[in-house]
């Protein structure tokens, strides 16, 4: 099993330009966040996925997409990336059991100048 | 909404020494778990230890133990006989396997921690 894997692990964007980060499970996981992490913040949800079809906000959505066509796969889109949206992006994926323990991407750093 | 607050941002330690980190949460509900999580350098993020809430035995992993006062709604962790490779970012997180919140974590600003040789 790989777990889970997100690509690119690094990425420079200028103000404007769009991208997808892409996000994989191979453990059949119901359901897949994408999480923020910025200094002194923590790690704060953006989007989630309870199932294929299915997405909802979490704390801080304003800026990206989600999209779940698949099981094994939770695109993250900046449609514009912001200055602001300069950070480490983490992909997560559960089972929906164990209390929600979360099994995570090894993240990717984002800046956008 | 559910909270968790770490309320120290940077602790340190010497080698072979024991630290606690502390974390508060605030939640109406009765059932949810627990977690520490640990973010070396390296930026993975690295389940450390877990508590069920309706368990009043604290949690055990070798030199990582809990102290869960569910009434107090605390949360510290141990780390006993500390050694190098323990230095790392902490995140406390909330979770439950019910709800409209199954699936996601709630997680605290983070304990920086360092350990002197």
């Known amino acids: 099993n790989a777990g889970v894997t997100q690509t690119p692990k690094f990425q420079v964007l200028k103000t404007g330009q769009s991208m997808t980060l892409q996000c994989a499970q191979d453990m059949n996981h119901e359901y897949m966040s994408w999480y923020r992490q910025d200094p002194g913040m923590g790690l704060r949800l953006i989007h989630y996925?309870?199932?294929?079809?299915?997405?909802d906000q979490g704390e801080v959505p304003n800026g990206y997409n989600v999209s779940r066509s698949t099981t094994e796969d939770f695109p993250l889109r900046l449609l514009s990336a912001a200055p602001s949206q300069t950070s480490v992006y983490f992909c997560a994926s559960s089972s929906g059991l164990a209390g929600g323990k979360q099994y995570f991407g090894p993240g990717t750093r984002l800046t956008v100048t | 909404a559910q909270t968790v607050t770490q309320s120290q941002p940077e602790m340190s330690v010497q080698e072979a020494e024991t630290v606690t980190l502390s974390c508060t949460y605030d939640t109406s509900e009765s059932d949810y778990y627990l977690f520490w999580y640990k973010q070396p350098p390296s930026r993975q993020m690295i389940l450390v230890i877990r508590q069920e809430a309706y368990k009043q035995q604290n949690a055990t992993e070798n030199r990582f133990s809990v102290n869960f006062q569910k009434a107090a709604k605390s949360f510290s962790l141990k780390i006993s006989d500390s050694q190098l490779g323990d230095a790392a970012m902490y995140f406390c997180a909330y979770g439950r396997d019910r709800g409209s919140t199954l699936g996601r974590l709630y997680f605290g600003r983070g304990t920086q921690l360092t350990v002197w040789p």
């Open positions: 996925s309870v199932g294929a079809g299915i997405t």
